[in-house]
């Protein structure tokens, strides 16, 4: 089991990136997605969760309004849509999948990506 994120970058300040993560290896319909992030010097953090059917979603505070997750079931794939950026916003982002019902703690997420950079610059 595989998931496979992309699409971080450099960025400037107010500008916009669209990351994504593939599962590959099985089927990820009926799990809740998420993604994460951790800054340098912190804990990784919660930003995004979506439920398997995109009936529900969760975001951080800091990033309500500005972000958006959303999925694909047919491709495997979840998204991360990332706009307004701020140089806070510079973490390594992990796409993570669980089984069941959406949550927001990191320890209940069965499956990691590797992490895609971003950075923001101001």
């Known amino acids: 089991v595989q998931l496979q994120a992309s699409g971080g970058g450099l960025v400037q300040a107010g500008g916009s990136l669209r990351l994504s993560c593939a599962a590959s290896?099985?089927?990820?319909?009926?799990?809740?997605l998420g993604w994460f992030r951790r800054a340098p010097g912190k804990e990784r953090e919660f930003v995004a969760a979506?439920?398997?059917?995109?009936?529900?979603?969760e975001y951080a505070d800091s990033v309500k309004g500005r972000f958006t997750i959303s999925r694909d079931n047919a491709k495997n794939t979840v998204y991360l849509q990332m706009n307004s950026l701020k140089p806070e916003d510079t973490a390594v982002y992990y796409c993570?999948?669980?089984?069941?019902?959406?949550?927001?703690?990191?320890?209940?997420?069965?499956?990691w990506g590797q992490g895609t950079q971003v950075t923001v610059s101001s």
């Open positions: 993570a999948a669980k089984w069941g019902l959406l949550v927001t703690m990191k320890s209940r997420y069965d499956y």
């Open positions: 290896g099985r089927t990820f319909s009926n799990h809740a």
């Open positions: 979506i439920t398997w059917n995109s009936g529900s979603t």
